[in-house]
């Protein structure tokens, strides 16, 4: 394209933005809330209990103390939806989050295993981030004072080459995030080959963990959900038996501000982590977690609620790529991902310009999560990727928030242009 042509498409598209802009539109695609109507689909868990029936499957009266690990129908339901044994679920709080930063805290303080040297006494402690991944994974670290190492995601998950290379030659290495299905924020789901290097890894550290953030398990947006290989089959009986936290909840199937959530690991990890959560708490909500299972039943009742979501989330995901591609499509400005699954959608503007769109989009009343925050230390080094969080507007705010978006990465990329 010329320059003229250049600066005649700038005029234009800078016309279209002034007008969007004076429009006073407050739109937020920042994070990945549910919408008031996926909350209401979870309304029957306010009713579901009362005073006549509040007791678990061994006789104990969930109001009162006890059961640390989680009530044993709790327990069977997280087995059931992720392939493993209930004796090596331990059921949570409202938030995965609660159950990875504690983790990690362990870690830190006592080592991952008895015999195990507390991180914290290891010098400078490293995790491998691949990217771009999920903020809150990275915060986490970072607050603990734990090196961040980026690493490149690939359409089938983490650079399996870099991680490889990495781990066998750096001992301070001692965990990697994972988010293996419809990945936080791009949507991939792991392959089976990259499961199985995983699995397989061998590393420097003998006390080296993956935090598989299985956050997406059952959130299907369309008629080609992906498969994720169990993790767990695959190291059982290997030395990487003992490998894996996995960490999963209900927080987008039922309520946000009050799931439950799980830990699932080896049972020698597990009988390890009850041993410290003793001194930590009597035990969790259990009121909370019987309400959960007589709201859900089992499995596939989690699964056909989690088609209730999907009605609500697949139009508002088509209305995004629609837009993207209507807008973007055949152009150099922008590339994306369009998941089956999950709650983001990953965009990536012309290097150079995720930031100066991000501030485009401000100025015309559309918050997007804050750009680099899907990077360690919030450094994206192409100044590209930009998260698009469908769930939360209702699909007229989206259709506007997204035309916004599209002319803002269209604006931007003619200035960067224009500058060179």
């Given at each position: 394209?010329?320059?003229?042509?250049?600066e005649?498409e700038k005029?234009?598209l800078?016309?279209?933005?002034?007008?969007?802009k004076?429009q006073?539109?407050?739109?937020?695609m920042?994070?990945g809330?549910p919408?008031?109507e996926q909350?209401d689909?979870?309304?029957?868990?306010?009713t579901v209990?009362d005073?006549e029936?509040?007791k678990a499957d061994?006789?104990?009266?969930?109001?009162n103390y006890g059961i640390?690990?989680?009530?044993?129908q709790?327990?069977r339901l997280?087995a059931?939806l992720?392939?493993v044994?209930a004796e090596?679920?331990i059921?949570?709080?409202?938030a995965?989050?609660?159950l990875?930063y504690?983790?990690?805290?362990?870690?830190m303080?006592?080592?991952?295993?008895?015999g195990?040297?507390?991180?914290?006494?290891?010098?400078?402690?490293k995790?491998?981030?691949?990217?771009?991944g999920y903020d809150?994974?990275?915060?986490?670290?970072?607050?603990?004072g734990?090196?961040?190492?980026?690493?490149r995601?690939?359409?089938?998950?983490?650079d399996?080459?870099t991680?490889?290379?990495?781990?066998c030659?750096?001992?301070?290495?001692k965990?990697?995030w994972?988010v293996?299905?419809?990945?936080n924020?791009?949507?991939?789901?792991?392959?089976d080959?990259?499961?199985?290097?995983?699995a397989?890894?061998r590393?420097?550290a003998d006390?080296f963990?993956i935090f598989?953030?299985?956050?997406?398990?059952?959130h299907?947006i369309?008629?080609?959900?992906?498969t994720?290989t169990?993790?767990?089959?695959?190291?059982d009986?290997t030395?990487?038996?003992?490998?894996?936290y996995?960490?999963?909840?209900t927080?987008k199937i039922?309520?946000p501000g009050a799931g439950?959530?799980a830990?699932?690991s080896?049972?020698?990890n597990?009988?390890f982590?009850?041993?410290?959560?003793?001194?930590?708490t009597?035990?969790?909500?259990?009121i909370?977690?019987?309400?959960?299972?007589?709201f859900?039943?089992?499995a596939?009742?989690v699964?056909?609620?989690m088609?209730?979501?999907r009605?609500i989330?697949?139009?508002?995901?088509r209305?995004?790529?629609?837009?993207l591609?209507?807008?973007?499509?055949g152009t150099?400005?922008?590339r994306w991902?369009t998941p089956?699954?999950g709650y983001?959608?990953?965009?990536?503007?012309?290097?150079?310009?995720?930031?100066?769109?991000?501030?485009?989009c401000r100025?015309?009343?559309?918050?997007l999560?804050?750009?680099?925050?899907t990077?360690?230390?919030?450094?994206?080094p192409?100044d590209?990727?930009?998260?698009i969080a469908?769930?939360?507007p209702?699909?007229?705010?989206?259709s506007?928030?997204?035309?916004?978006?599209t002319v803002?990465?269209r604006?931007?990329a003619?200035?960067?242009?224009?500058?060179?």
């Amino acid at each position: 394209m010329t320059r003229a042509n250049l600066e005649a498409e700038k005029a234009g598209l800078t016309e279209i933005y002034e007008e969007k802009k004076a429009q006073g539109l407050r739109l937020d695609m920042s994070r990945g809330k549910p919408c008031r109507e996926q909350l209401d689909l979870s309304n029957g868990l306010l009713t579901v209990l009362d005073g006549e029936n509040c007791k678990a499957d061994d006789g104990t009266d969930v109001r009162n103390y006890g059961i640390l690990a989680g009530i044993p129908q709790a327990r069977r339901l997280f087995a059931e939806l992720c392939g493993v044994s209930a004796e090596n679920v331990i059921i949570g709080g409202t938030a995965s989050l609660d159950l990875m930063y504690s983790a990690l805290v362990r870690a830190m303080l006592f080592g991952v295993g008895d015999g195990k040297k507390p991180w914290s006494q290891q010098g400078n402690i490293k995790f491998l981030c691949p990217c771009p991944g999920y903020d809150r994974h990275f915060a986490m670290c970072a607050d603990l004072g734990i090196e961040l190492i980026p690493v490149r995601m690939t359409q089938s998950g983490p650079d399996m080459d870099t991680v490889e290379r990495l781990v066998c030659g750096d001992a301070q290495i001692k965990g990697i995030w994972c988010v293996p299905k419809y990945s936080n924020p791009d949507g991939i789901t792991y392959s089976d080959d990259t499961v199985r290097r995983l699995a397989r890894l061998r590393t420097a550290a003998d006390d080296f963990r993956i935090f598989w953030d299985n956050a997406y398990i059952v959130h299907d947006i369309d008629d080609t959900p992906d498969t994720l290989t169990n993790i767990f089959d695959l190291i059982d009986g290997t030395p990487n038996s003992d490998s894996v936290y996995m960490f999963v909840s209900t927080a987008k199937i039922t309520f946000p501000g009050a799931g439950i959530s799980a830990m699932i690991s080896s049972g020698k990890n597990t009988e390890f982590t009850l041993k410290h959560l003793t001194y930590q708490t009597i035990s969790y909500d259990k009121i909370n977690q019987l309400r959960h299972v007589r709201f859900l039943r089992d499995a596939d009742g989690v699964r056909a609620h989690m088609k209730k979501h999907r009605a609500i989330l697949e139009p508002k995901f088509r209305i995004v790529t629609e837009a993207l591609e209507r807008d973007l499509g055949g152009t150099d400005t922008a590339r994306w991902n369009t998941p089956h699954g999950g709650y983001f959608i990953s965009l990536y503007a012309m290097p150079g310009t995720a930031k100066r769109v991000g501030q485009l989009c401000r100025e015309a009343g559309v918050t997007l999560t804050n750009v680099g925050a899907t990077y360690p230390y919030g450094i994206d080094p192409d100044d590209s990727n930009i998260r698009i969080a469908p769930s939360y507007p209702s699909e007229s705010e989206l259709s506007a928030a997204v035309d916004i978006l599209t002319v803002c990465v269209r604006l931007a990329a003619c200035e960067k242009l224009l500058n060179e």
